[in-house]
């Protein structure tokens, strides 16, 4: 049975890690949290500004920086198109990630066979894996003249 794939709240990451959340951490914090989209930096500085004028770029990026040094927030380096990092919450579960190369779309799935055979593979030469990552880069079936 496939697990659900969830993502731990930001907040309680950070006060588990002693990191202090100021006003602007935490809008930071739930721009992150309610995302459904793995946000680069730039789209996370423009969501937060919304709610709070006083946040600037260089304050997201510190506190990106932070939350990640604080493994509240993994960082994505798709090297597909922009290749611009992308964020989101740490999650319960290892998930894998398609990204649409004509969109930017990115979407989590899981594969339970992947991960059993990567535990074969390690087993049959003497290693234990201790996590993984899968990312798969795709065009919608409308696209599929594209070469």
Not at 75 to 83: A, C, I, S
Not at 120 to 133: F, H, L
Request: with cysteine.
């Amino acid at each position: 049975m496939e697990k659900a794939i969830k993502h731990l709240d930001i907040f309680e990451l950070c006060k588990q890690n002693g990191v202090k959340m100021t006003a602007q951490r935490t809008v930071i914090a739930d721009v992150i949290n309610t995302s459904k989209d793995h946000p680069d930096v730039e789209k996370i500085y423009e969501r937060a500004h919304r709610r709070n004028r006083s946040i600037s770029l260089a304050t997201v990026y510190r506190t990106v920086k932070l939350f990640e040094d604080a493994k509240a927030i993994i960082k994505h380096d798709f090297k597909f198109g922009e290749e611009k990092a992308r964020y989101e919450a740490v999650t319960k579960w290892e998930h894998n990630h398609l990204i649409d190369i004509m969109s930017g779309e990115v979407v989590e799935f899981q594969n339970p066979g992947f991960e059993k055979l990567s535990k074969r593979i390690a087993d049959k030469m003497g290693y234990k894996v201790i996590g993984y990552k899968l990312e798969l880069f795709a065009v919608k079936e409308a696209c599929k003249k594209i070469k």
